[in-house]
């Protein structure tokens, strides 16, 4: 069972709302990821770490930043909340090395912005 | 430039009859080859991987693939189906940027009738 952990799990929030999702991992992992999976979709990646103070925005184009200050942290804000911005994210790790390497990913937070 | 194509959006089978999911894959290079599976409200869990060794892959809960170079095909396969087994698969594919990041396919709607 992979140790990597998302919150919250559900979020309902008003717009304009200045909102940060959590996700760690215990597995010391140097690479971190943020996908957002529409409901039945596929996922799409926002963003991607491979290493503390290193950040990379993604394929597609999202208006959330991202930190790495800490290799087990990797959190994702929103500065100002948009109805546009509901969508379920994916918080995922890997080891470092090829890209064999399977990722490893939390259970999602589900954002809902009214 | 890597793709994944699922070849079908949803799959009904019986419980206790043969599983097969369709997963055809483009790749300038030798890929590394993944199945995901995604239970409702949950992240990704890594039911398997390919990464050039044997070309049959066996899996977590009688899950197992075989990747035919010819045919650029990776398709999922369990000789019974369990009720516990309706879920939503990814086929993913690695990507050969230096993201070392996946590209998902759409995927496949699995499920299981009594």
């Known amino acids: 069972e992979a140790d990597i952990y998302q919150t919250p799990r559900y979020l309902v929030i008003g717009t304009g709302k200045k909102i940060t999702l959590e996700c760690s991992q215990t597995?010391?992992?140097?690479?971190m990821y943020w996908y957002q999976q529409d409901p039945g979709m596929e996922l799409h990646l926002i963003h991607y770490s491979y290493g503390v103070n290193s950040t990379e925005k993604g394929d597609l184009s999202s208006e959330s930043t991202v930190s790495r200050i800490r290799t087990e942290h990797f959190p994702l804000t929103l500065e100002s909340a948009r109805p546009s911005h509901t969508s379920q994210y994916l918080c995922a790790s890997s080891e470092s090395g090829g890209s064999n390497q399977p990722q490893h990913f939390g259970d999602g937070t589900r954002l809902s912005i009214l | 430039a890597q793709s994944v194509t699922q070849l079908d959006s949803h799959v009904s089978v019986s419980e206790g009859t043969p599983v097969l999911l369709r997963c055809n894959y483009s790749?300038?290079?030798?890929?590394?080859l993944f199945w995901y599976v995604q239970h409702p409200n949950k992240g990704l869990q890594l039911l398997l991987k390919y990464t050039s060794a044997a070309t049959l892959v066996k899996g977590i809960n009688g899950f197992e693939a075989e990747f035919k170079k010819s045919e650029t095909s990776f398709h999922l396969t369990k000789p019974s189906a369990h009720m516990s087994d309706a879920a939503e698969y990814f086929c993913?594919?690695?990507?050969?940027?230096?993201?070392?990041?996946?590209?998902f396919g759409s995927g496949t709607r699995l499920q299981v009738q009594p």
């Open positions: 597995m010391g992992h140097d690479k």
């Open positions: 790749s300038s290079y030798s890929p590394s």
């Open positions: 993913v594919v690695s990507r050969d940027t230096g993201r070392r990041a996946l590209t």
